[in-house]
């Protein structure tokens, strides 16, 4: 009898009367020493499952913090779409009227004709200086600083370069004139 008191006094009873889970998902009596099902031993099928549980608690936070993240950078770009939205809105006027046109308009059709075409690249010019100098950006004026010969030679480079490529070019050649347009407006004041 000394010796079960002895052998009971020295027994952990958080440990030894627990029932425990090992990594194989059986859960064994308290009183086991080793898995029933897959034979590992009790302190090492305990300390799997707990890495495996601590695993998956870190990948299921990752994933929330990712998803937080995701959800932050949709927040934020759709403060930004509307802060453009606003900028647009508030942005860019014109205001011009087509009677103050009529004038260069018929002057340049004009030049063209008689110079058999020749003078519509200066007339192109024309064209977009009056209307970038009709804009206004947030209150500012606009002012377009291509010439004539600047028109002329955008022409002649992207034109070469669609009919070399049998119109393929076609969508650089307009995102570059719109990139060189872009390039040669300023703020007038």
């Given at each position: 009898m000394a010796g079960t008191q002895a052998t009971i006094e020295r027994m952990d009873t958080q440990?030894?009367?627990?029932?425990?889970?090992?990594v194989c998902g059986y859960v064994n009596e308290g009183i086991d020493s080793g898995c029933l099902?897959?034979?590992?031993?009790?302190?090492?099928?305990?300390?799997?499952?707990?890495?495996?549980?601590?695993?998956?608690?870190?990948?299921?936070?990752?994933?929330?913090?990712?998803?937080?993240?995701?959800?932050?950078?949709?927040?934020?770009?759709?403060e930004q779409a509307q802060e453009n939205r606003v900028a647009r809105l508030a942005g860019l006027k014109f205001n011009g009227r087509p009677a103050e046109f009529l004038g260069p308009f018929l002057l340049i059709s004009l030049f063209s004709t008689l110079s058999f075409g020749i003078y519509s690249f200066w007339g192109a010019a024309r064209i977009m200086q009056w209307t970038v100098a009709n804009c206004s950006l947030q209150g500012r004026?606009?002012?377009?600083?291509?010439?004539?010969?600047?028109?002329?030679?955008?022409?002649?480079?992207?034109?070469?370069?669609?009919s070399l490529s049998f119109g393929i070019y076609t969508p650089w050649a307009i995102a570059n004139s719109v990139q060189w347009i872009s390039e040669r407006l300023e703020y007038a004041d």
């Open positions: 440990q030894d009367f627990q029932d425990w889970e090992c099902r897959c034979s590992r031993e009790r302190a090492a099928g305990i300390a799997e499952l707990n890495a495996r549980k601590e695993a998956e608690l870190i990948a299921a936070q990752k994933a929330r913090l990712e998803e937080e993240q995701r959800l932050q950078a949709a927040a934020l770009e759709r004026s606009l002012r377009f600083t291509g010439t004539g010969v600047d028109v002329l030679l955008l022409w002649l480079s992207q034109g070469l370069l669609t």
